[in-house]
């Protein structure tokens, strides 16, 4: 049994990844730790999640594992990218390989975007970076919509499973 329900929001929709699981759900407290995490340079929690997810989650049979990119903007804000670093994180604790394969194009950012909005916002941002023909474990921080992770292994165009560090849940 995973420690986040199986969201409804999925189920009929057609979607580019074979599966997404969550180590944890984002909930108010999880929502601080990633906020901290994220926007206010607390780099060292990338580890301590990574760490949540490896102990929560099987480890994946893929063949590389890659992260959601940044934008440039936000990335060069931060100093470097939480995805990035929770992926690299998972992949050494897993003992797979961590490569680059997306690059993110210009666009609005997701934060306070509606569900629809968000797979707007997304359906083309990202390109692979060259052709997969490898089961690839996409990673990102949370998982709020799909719409991201969709369109990122949209991108990718091959067997690609999603993990992340927190899920949000809608009742």
């Known amino acids: 049994m995973w420690p986040v329900a199986r969201c409804r929001e999925c189920s009929g929709r057609r979607l580019a990844f074979a599966q997404a ?7 108010d407290v999880v929502r601080r730790i990633v906020r901290a995490w994220k926007e206010r340079g607390l780099r060292s929690l990338a580890d301590a999640a990574a760490a949540i997810l490896v ?10 594992v890659t992260f959601v990119p940044a934008d440039r903007e ?19 604790l897993w003992g797979l390989p961590c ?12 934060t306070g975007l509606a569900r629809e909005a ?7 941002a990202f390109a692979a970076t060259r052709a997969e023909r490898r089961r690839v474990l ?6 709020t919509t799909g719409a991201t ?8 165009g091959s067997h690609v499973e999603v993990a992340t560090f927190a899920r949000a849940v809608r009742s």
């Open 21 to 27: 699981r969550a180590a944890v759900a984002y909930d």
């Open 118 to 124: 968000r797979r707007r916002n997304v359906a083309h």
């Open 149 to 156: 992770a969709h369109a990122a292994a949209a991108a990718l």
């Open 55 to 64: 102990d929560t989650l099987p480890r994946p049979e893929v063949d590389v």
């Open 74 to 92: 936000r990335r060069r804000a931060r100093g470097y990218h939480p995805a990035e670093r929770l992926a690299h994180a998972a992949a050494r």
């Open 99 to 110: 490569e680059s394969l997306l690059v993110r194009g210009r666009g609005p950012r997701q």
């Open 138 to 143: 996409l990673v990102d921080d949370v998982y």
